[in-house]
């Protein structure tokens, strides 16, 4: 089973990235997903997740109005749309599958993960 993140990039404030995350190995059309990132130092944070089914979907109130999240079932597939980039975005960003459809927000409720793309943000 494995997640593959990429997009990830380096971008000017204001500019935007769409990161991809598909799955290989197993479907994960029943379960939800998620998006985390990491800055060296500091503790895995929640972005955005999203339930099996789509929409509605729960964000980090730092991201919340720039970013989206959505899915592609038939892709196995799930995206994160990031507009209006700030340079504290800046971090690896992981993507993560639940072995459940309940959408959540902690990283312990995600069983499986990728290996992260990296995010820039220069200002």
């Known amino acids: 089973v494995q997640l593959q993140a990429s997009g990830g990039g380096s971008v000017q404030a204001g500019g935007s990235l769409r990161l991809s995350c598909a799955g290989s190995?197993?479907?994960?059309?029943?379960?939800?997903m998620g998006w985390f990132r990491q800055v060296p130092g500091k503790e895995r944070e929640f972005v955005a997740s999203?339930?099996?089914?789509?929409?509605?979907?729960y964000y980090a109130d730092s991201v919340k109005g720039r970013f989206t999240i959505s899915r592609d079932i038939r892709a196995n597939t799930v995206y994160l749309q990031m507009n209006s980039l700030i340079p504290n975005d800046t971090a690896i960003y992981y993507c993560?599958?639940?072995?459940?459809?309940?959408?959540?927000?902690?990283?312990?409720?995600?069983?499986?993960w990728g290996q992260g793309t990296q995010v820039t943000v220069s200002s």
């Open positions: 190995g197993r479907s994960f059309r029943a379960n939800a």
């Open positions: 993560a599958g639940r072995g459940s459809a309940a959408i959540a927000r902690d990283a312990r409720a995600f069983e499986y």
């Open positions: 999203i339930g099996w089914g789509g929409p509605p979907a």
